[in-house]
C-alpha cells in the first residue's frame, strides 16, 4: 500500500543526506561518475574496507547485472578520472589489483561531511562514508532488494528528495527526473520498480503519480539507520 514520505528520523537521516551528495556531484573538483560507476567504486570501496585485496578479474564480476566487457568499461573509466589506480602482484605481474586514489579518498571525505561529519578531520570523514558503504551491503543482499540494479537505486534517490520536496510527481514528471537514461529504458525500470513493490501508481485526477510504498520507507531508513551507525564507530 502505497504511504506519504515518512517524517522517521532514519528515513529523514538518508534524504538529507541525498540531498548533500546531489550539491557534491555538481562540484568541479570531483569527476562526474554515473550510477554504475558510483556503484562499483561503493563496493570496491567495501572491499577495502575490509582490507581485502581485490583484483581487476574479481572486480569486472561484481555487478552480476551487467557484463563483464561492460565492467571492464566503467573501471577504465574510474581508471582515467583517477578514482581508481592499478598495482601488480609482486609474485605474478599478470596479477593487477584496483586501489584508490587521493581523490578516492577527498570524494569519501566530502561525502562523509555529508553524513554530518562536518566537524570531523577529513581522514575520519572518509573513513566514516567507507564503513557506511560496508554496512549497506547488508540491506542491498536482502531478497526485495538484490534484483535492483545501480540505476534502480539511482531512481529511487532520486525520486526520494522530489518525495521529500512534496513535489507532484506524475509518471512523466518521474521519468524526466531521470537524465541520460532514455525514456523508453527509464519506464521499464519503473515498471521493474513497482514489481518489485517499491514504488506505486495512484491517480490523482487525470495523472497517475509515483508514489513510495512502506518497503521504500523501510529500505530508506535502514540505510539512514546505517548511516548513523557509521558516524558513531
Known sequence: MPIA???????????????????VSRLPRFPQLDAVE??????????????????????????PEISTSTAHRRLTALRQ???IDLVLDEEDRRIKYLIPTKATHRYFAQLGRCMGGSKTAPAD????????????????DLPIYQNMDANDIVMLDTWAVAWHNDMPMGVLKALSLIDNRGAANAA???HGLRELGLIELVRHGYLKHVVQTKATHDYFAQLGQFMRQAIAK
Not at 38 to 63: C, D, F, Q, Y
Not at 130 to 140: D, E, F, S
Open 188 to 190: 521499464y525500470r519503473l
Open 125 to 140: 570523514c572518509a573513513r566514516q562514508y567507507i564503513n557506511y558503504l560496508h554496512l549497506t551491503q547488508a540491506v542491498r
Open 81 to 83: 578520472k583517477r578514482m
Open 38 to 63: 558510483n556503484r562499483m567504486l561503493g563496493i570496491l570501496a567495501s572491499s577495502w574496507h575490509e582490507a581485502k585485496p581485490i583484483t581487476v578479474l574479481e572486480a569486472m564480476v561484481m555487478l
Open 5 to 23: 514520505l515518512s517524517n522517521d528520523s532514519f528515513s529523514q537521516t538518508y534524504i538529507q543526506h541525498l540531498i548533500q551528495v546531489q550539491a
